[in-house]
Structures are given as structure tokens and as C-alpha cells.
């Protein structure tokens, strides 16, 4: 069939914006350490949409005078279904072989979703951030954006035809009609999105009609530089030509500025999302004028035309290719081995441009009869869909068995005080105080920390079963034990929660006079030593004069691994799991050591605290293994399980030993049975 008239020409800056682009978000996904923001990449795509999707449309409007919906609609499936649907087939297969049943379940329901491009929806109302480690292991994350430009381009034909009455205004009105209907689709969207990124931002991130003002930006420059697509240079004087030239070098710097400053740590849509929105309409503004020099010269460069081409199929593969090769090598995932990951999905989609998305894009017979070719598309992804449901179905059989049941149970072998409440996470700043032990002991010990210190809850439960002691709980996950504040990723903002509930915990503790404090956080927050080192003595100088004895324990090793996971996949179809038989990784981070030292260093002030290392009972001769005399160590990749630290109850206590020139010695305190602190079994107090 021939090329209709209203089919946009080649542009060579456009594809090699596409380049740009997809070259960003692999580099942020196979954690190239210099463009941590380089996820931005999905803005230019998004832009790029609404300057490419809307010249279409219009082009067939002004050529037709009406719009065929469901010619638009077969020629969208025709050019993006087919490798979309290989995609997910080849990894669905994949992870049914690599992953144990206790994974498979999520990436089914991703995956379904993502077969009738709804994945955008799951993500954000099952509140999973883009940035989480929840989110990192999921195979079709991705596919996100795909979500919100389908929905996009489901409802974008509409819009114009409705914007510029088709029939009723001359060609002069309908233009202003549509200018003003994107600017006020623009700017509704913008100012939704700067409220949602504060208050909701995972729907920020996730929804397209708060991302529908990148589409409209790039809209907008179609609208105003449509005039300009069959100008010559020599149609602008030298200083316009020169202001369209920094024009497009400033938009170039916008993208790749926007690419090394964010990171997971930044709030974002937002307004960072401006950057690489303004940035991407720069460049086409620019291109509009004047394609024969730089920047669009440089982007029209062979190479970054070839990458361009299978910019598509590249996003599609990169991700679970990563995801998959890291799953399958659970150690030294340095940067050439992330580089042989990153050639080998290059190469995928290579092929699947080749044999899959080029040919059926290229077939004129699926816009013959556009009504048929749009039902068929749907129906082939309801299959899909089925298909991975039945997966779904399958996968939690295969989790019934005993051995994969096991497992299963230690991914959620968490202290009781999560089930009783004590730990109100990220959703609000209420303080929850626990009480464990008899009302009339004589003695108080405290639990204050984050979720790596609250893990130890069953040891200190162990080691203080004395009726002379009483023990109060006092944790938030993922609130650190320093006077600083945080960005959280998995609500996309700064965890304000966090800086008033701990101080309300210190607060409680220093009216409490406590006889002991065990006192940790993890050591991945993003502090530099001197944050760690005063805001730790901060906190230690908040109760230290209130208390008998401070302990501040050491962080548990992180594994490269999720231990229940790696044991799993060892008897889920074992001839391919060889590589797993050991489930251990070395006990060694530069980090963790030069956080323990600043610890140590904030601790050196206070006379009565003292530092805790009990790594070596958690990982013996600094290997860490996932499971050890018959209890699995780990429920994720750093917290232990319950079970494994109660075992360690009895050799916690005795590193609670006296610390000379301490105002408090456990081991002459009246009352005192034994060395230790081993589960209180009295029931919880009331509040």
C-alpha cells in the first residue's frame, strides 16, 4: 500500500534523540554511577510522542479533513505490539525456569498487566515506587511508560478532534483553538503532577494524565514550529538560525544535566521533570529550523541513527536481560560483566528489530481492513493476559510444596512486633510504644531503631526472660538512629514522618531513665560521615544522660542475594540451579566498615556507650550463609529471619558485658539470673 500523505518525513535529530534517550535509561539501569538520573530518558520518549503523534494526526486531518480512529489505532499495534508480546513470552519463559515459584507470582501479575498496557496502573495503585528494591526485581517495571503512552495515544485522537471542531473553523482558528486547548491541557497536567509529587508521587510518576503535559509540550512545538518543516535556512536571518542552533545545545545540556544530577533519592516528576522535558522540545525546536548543523548534525550521526532504529526493541530487552543475567551470577556483578549484560540485550533487540518489529511494521496488509486488525490486537492481548494468569495460578500451586513452603515462610519470619502493631512504617509519625515484661520489674531495657535493629528482637527478648526485666520497643522501618533527615524513595519525598517520630522516641526514652538502650540502623543511608558521626552523637547525647547503658549495634551484612530466593531457586528445578548449591556470599563492604568506624567515633564522647559487633555470630569466619544449622538465615537480603535470632539469644546477652568507667553493670544488678537478655513470653502491656 502506498505511504498516505500525511505521513511525517525522516528526521534525523528525532532518531537520534531516540538514541540519547534509550542510551540514558541503560546506562541508569545497569547503575553506570555518573548518570543515576539517566531513568529521564522516559521523559524525552514522552515528549517526542506528543510532537510525533500529534504532526500525524493533524497531517491527516488537514490532507482528509477527518481522522480514521481505527486506522490510527491498527497502525499503534502494528508498530509496537508484536515486539512488546515477544518480549514478554521470552521472559515469562525465563522466569518460569530461573526464578522459584515465590517470585514468579509478582512477575505474573506484572506481566499480564503489562500484555494489555495497564502496567502503569498496577504499579501505582499496588504503591510500588519506581525507585524501591520492591520494584528493582520485577521483570516488567519497565513497561510502565509503554502503559502510560498507550493511554496516551487511546485517548490524544480524541482530544484534538474535539479541541479543533473538525468542519466549523477555518484552518486559522482551528490552530488557535488547538494551541490553547494544549496549553490548558499543559498546565492542568503540570500543576496536578508539582502537587501529586509531594503528597502522591508514585501516582505522579505512574498516571498518565500527570504526565499528559510532557506529550502536550512536545504538542505544542509541532503547533509552533509546523510552519518552519518545509523552510530552507536560508528562510531566517543569521541571528535567528544562530538562536535555533543554542537553542538546541542548551536543550542537549538540559537532558544530559538532568541525567548525572537526579537520582533515586530525587523527588520525582516534579519540577526536575522540566529539565528533560524543555530540554527534548529545545532540541526539536531546533531541528524544526535547521537539521544541516549541530546539535542536530551531531545527533543525525550513523551511529547514533543505528541505535535509534532499535531504540524500541532496546528498551524492551535491556531490563529483564539485566534483571535475569543478575539473577543467574548472584556475585561480582561489577561493570563488565553489567557491560556484557547491556551487549547481549543490544544484540536481542537487534534481532528483534530484525525479525519481529521491522516486518510486521512494514506489512501494509493490517491497515486494509483497521477495524479487524484492532480486534484481532485485543484479542491476542487477552490471551496474553490469560496465559499469564494461568502462570500466576500455577506458580502459587508450586509454592505449596513443603520445600518451596518452607521458604516461603522464612520470607515472612518477622519479629511479633510487627503484628502486634509496634511499627507504623512510613504511614504516619504516631509514636507506638511497646511493652513487653511484667509492670513491677524492677529494671527497663529499650529497643530503639529502624528495622535492622528491631530484627533483634527476639535475641533481646531471649536474653532479658527475667521477670526483673521489662523491655520497650520502639522502632520505624527505614528511620535511621541519626539526626538528619532522608529522602525515601518508596514514597518519593523527604520521610518527615521519620524526623518526628524519632524525636518523640528519644523523648519517651530520656523520661523513661532505662537501665539499657540497644540502639541501630542500617548503613545504607546516604549520609556523608560527617551526618553520620553528628548525628549519631546527636541522638546518643538526646539519651545518654538518661540512661544506664547504650549500646549501638552494628548494621547485618547485606547480601548480594535475597536468601529465601537463592535456597528456593536451589530446589526449584535443580539440574539448573548448580550454581546455587551455596548460597553464601563474603562478609566484606568498604562502606559498612568506614560506618561502623564513624559510629564508633560518635560513640568515643558518651562513657557509657559502647559499640556492638555480633557480624561474626551472624557470619562466621566473614562468610555469610543463607542457611545455617537448619534455619534460614536471611528473610531478604540483610534482615534475619525470627527464628535465627532468637538462636542467638543466649551469646547476645553475653556481649552485653560491662563496659569499664559505665555507670551500669548488668552483671551485679539485683535480680539478675544470667548474663543474658531470651524471648519474654509475658504478654504485651497495654499502652
Known amino acids: 500500500m502506498k505511504a498516505t500523505a500525511y505521513q511525517l518525513g525522516y528526521r534525523g ?26 531513568f529521564v530518558g522516559v521523559d524525552v520518549f514522552f515528549v517526542l510522542s506528543g510532537y510525533l503523534i500529534t504532526g500525524v494526526l493533524l497531517r491527516e486531518i488537514e490532507q482528509t479533513g477527518q481522522l480514521r480512529f481505527a486506522r490510527f489505532y491498527a497502525r499503534r499495534f502494528r508498530r509496537l505490539l508484536p515486539a512488546l508480546l515477544t518480549v514478554i513470552a ?42 524501591s528494591p520492591g520494584a528493582a526485581g520485577n521483570l516488567f517495571l519497565h513497561t510502565w511508560s509503554l502503559g502510560v503512552e498507550e493511554q496516551f495515544y487511546l485517548v490524544w485522537p480524541a482530544l484534538l478532534v474535539g479541541a479543533i471542531a473538525i468542519g466549523k473553523t477555518s484552518g486559522a482558528k482551528r490552530a488557535t483553538r488547538l494551541k490553547a486547548a494544549m ?61 535555533y542552533r543554542w537553542c538546541g545545545w542548551l536543550g542537549l545540556c538540559l537532558i544530559f544535566m538532568a541525567g548525572w ?68 551470577v548472584t556475585t561480582h556483578h561489577g561493570m563488565a560483566y553489567q557491560a556484557v549484560l547491556v551487549a547481549l540485550s543490544l544484540a536481542l533487540a537487534t534481532l528483534s528489530y530484525r525479525w519481529v518489529e521491522s516486518p510486521v511494521r512494514r506489512q501494509a496488509r493490517w491497515l486494509v481492513r483497521p477495524g479487524a486488525t484492532v480486534m484481532g490486537a485485543l484479542a ?50 504516631t509514636l507506638n510504644p511497646c511493652w513487653f515484661g511484667s509492670r513491677e520489674a524492677k529494671h527497663t531495657a529499650v529497643l530503639l531503631g529502624d528495622s535492622v535493629d528491631a530484627q533483634w528482637f527476639p535475641a533481646v527478648a531471649t536474653a532479658l526472660d527475667n521477670p526483673d526485666w521489662r523491655l520497650l520497643v520502639l522502632t520505624k522501618s527505614s528511620c535511621p538512629m541519626v539526626d538528619e533527615s532522608i529522602f525515601y524513595a518508596r514514597i518519593g519525598r523527604d520521610f518527615t514522618e521519620c524526623d518526628t517520630w524519632r524525636r518523640h522516641a528519644l523523648d519517651e526514652v530520656a523520661s523513661l531513665h532505662p537501665d539499657l538502650v540497644i540502639l541501630g540502623s ?57 550454581r546455587r548449591d551455596a548460597c553464601q556470599a563474603p562478609n566484606s563492604s568498604r562502606h559498612a566498615d568506614e560506618v561502623y568506624q564513624w559510629l564508633t567515633q560518635a560513640s568515643a564522647g558518651f562513657a557509657n556507650v559502647s559499640t556492638l559487633d555480633l557480624n561474626d555470630l551472624v557470619c562466621p569466619a566473614g562468610v555469610c550463609y543463607a542457611e545455617r544449622n537448619g534455619l534460614v538465615v536471611f528473610r531478604d537480603t540483610q534482615h534475619l529471619t525470627a527464628s535465627f535470632a532468637e538462636s542467638l539469644g543466649a551469646a547476645f546477652g553475653k556481649r552485653l558485658t560491662y563496659q569499664p568507667g559505665t555507670p551500669f553493670d548488668p552483671e551485679t544488678r539485683p535480680g539478675r539470673s544470667s548474663p543474658g537478655i531470651a524471648p519474654i513470653r509475658v504478654p504485651r502491656l497495654s499502652q
Not at 532518531?15 to 534509550?22: D, H, M, N, P, T
Not at 515459584?101 to 515506587?129: K, M
Open 183 to 243: 496549553l490548558i491541557i499543559g498546565a492542568a497536567s503540570l500543576v496536578a503532577c508539582l502537587v501529586a509529587t509531594r503528597s502522591t508521587p508514585q501516582m505522579a510518576f505512574y498516571l498518565m494524565p500527570l504526565r499528559a503535559w510532557q506529550f502536550a509540550a512536545g504538542a505544542l512545538v509541532w503547533l509552533y514550529a509546523a510552519p518552519a518543516q518545509s523552510a530552507t535556512p536560508s528562510g531566517h536571518n543569521r541571528l535567528q538560525l544562530i538562536a
Open 261 to 328: 544530577w537526579f537520582d533515586a533519592d530525587s523527588a520525582y516528576p516534579g519540577w526536575r521533570a522540566l529539565l528533560p522535558t524543555l530540554g527534548s522540545a529545545a532540541i526539536i525546536l531546533a531541528g524544526s529550523h535547521d537539521i544541516t548543523r549541530a546539535p542536530s548534525r551531531l545527533l543525525s550521526w550513523r551511529p547514533l541513527q543505528a541505535i535509534g532504529h532499535v531504540s524500541y526493541s532496546w528498551y524492551l530487552w535491556h531490563w529483564p536481560v539485566l534483571l535475569l543475567g543478575n539473577a543467574l
Open 522 to 578: 542500617v548503613e545504607t543511608y546516604a549520609f556523608t560521615q560527617e551526618q553520620w558521626t553528628k548525628g549519631t552523637a546527636r541522638v546518643l547525647g538526646a539519651i545518654s544522660n538518661a540512661s544506664g547503658h547504650v549500646y549501638l549495634v552494628r548494621a547485618t551484612p547485606q547480601l548480594p542475594f535475597n536468601g529465601p530466593s537463592c535456597l528456593s531457586a536451589r530446589h526449584w528445578l535443580p539440574w539448573l540451579h548448580m
Open 380 to 429: 491476542v492481548m487477552i490471551v496474553a493476559n490469560v496465559l499469564c494468569i494461568v502462570w500466576f495460578n500455577s506458580a502459587a500451586k508450586w509454592l505449596q510444596s513443603p520445600t518451596q513452603q518452607r521458604y516461603a515462610n522464612a520470607r515472612v519470619d518477622a519479629p511479633i512486633i510487627y503484628a502486634v502493631g509496634c511499627d507504623d512504617w512510613y504511614h504516619s509519625a
Open 13 to 38: 535529530d528525532i532518531e537520534g534523540l531516540r538514541a540519547i534517550a534509550i542510551l540514558l535509561v541503560v546506562a541508569a539501569h545497569a547503575k553506570v554511577t555518573w548518570l543515576t538520573g539517566g
Open 90 to 131: 521470552v521472559t515469562s519463559v525465563a522466569a518460569l525456569i530461573l526464578l522459584p515459584p515465590g517470585e514468579q507470582g509478582t512477575q505474573a501479575i506484572a506481566a499480564a498487566t503489562a500484555a494489555i498496557w495497564s502496567s502503569n496502573l498496577h504499579f501505582a495503585f499496588a504503591r510500588l515506587d519506581y525507585f
